[in-house]
C-alpha cells in the first residue's frame, strides 16, 4: 500500500484528478441515457437512466476518493500500481463503478 504521509497535496491531487478524468473518458461513449455524466470542482456525478446516482470525489484532506451509491460508501486510497482500493473491503475503484453501473441498470462497461 502507498504511503499516503509521503504524497504531498499537489501529488494527490493530480493522481486524484488522472483517476476521475480517466472514470469520464471511459465513460463519455456510454450512451447519456443511460449514463449522464457531470463535473465539477473534483466531483463527477453519474445519473444512470435508473435513477440511481453514483458519487465521486477527490478528498484532499484525508489524501482518498470517496464513491457514494444507493446507500454504501467507500473510501479509496491509492496504491503504489496506480489503482485506488478501499482498505476496508478491499474493493478496487473501477471495478466497483463498473459492478455498481452492471447492477443497477444492466450495462457492461470497460473500465
Excluded: C
Excluded at 484532506?61 to 478501499?86: C, E, K, L, N
Amino acid at each position: 500500500m502507498s504511503n499516503q504521509a509521503e504524497m504531498d497535496e499537489k501529488q494527490f491531487d493530480d493522481q486524484a484528478r488522472a483517476e476521475l478524468r480517466f472514470l469520464e473518458d471511459q465513460l463519455s461513449d456510454v450512451d447519456p441515457d443511460d449514463i449522464e455524466i457531470g463535473t465539477s470542482d473534483g466531483i463527477l456525478r453519474l445519473d444512470l437512466r435508473d435513477g440511481t446516482r453514483v458519487v465521486i470525489n477527490s478528498h484532499r484532506a484525508a489524501r482518498q476518493i470517496w464513491m457514494a451509491a444507493v446507500s454504501t460508501a467507500w473510501h479509496f486510497d491509492p496504491q503504489d500500481d496506480g489503482r485506488w482500493r478501499a482498505s476496508r473491503t478491499g474493493d478496487e475503484l473501477r471495478a466497483t463503478v463498473a459492478r455498481v453501473v452492471k447492477e443497477r441498470i444492466g450495462l457492461d462497461v470497460a473500465l
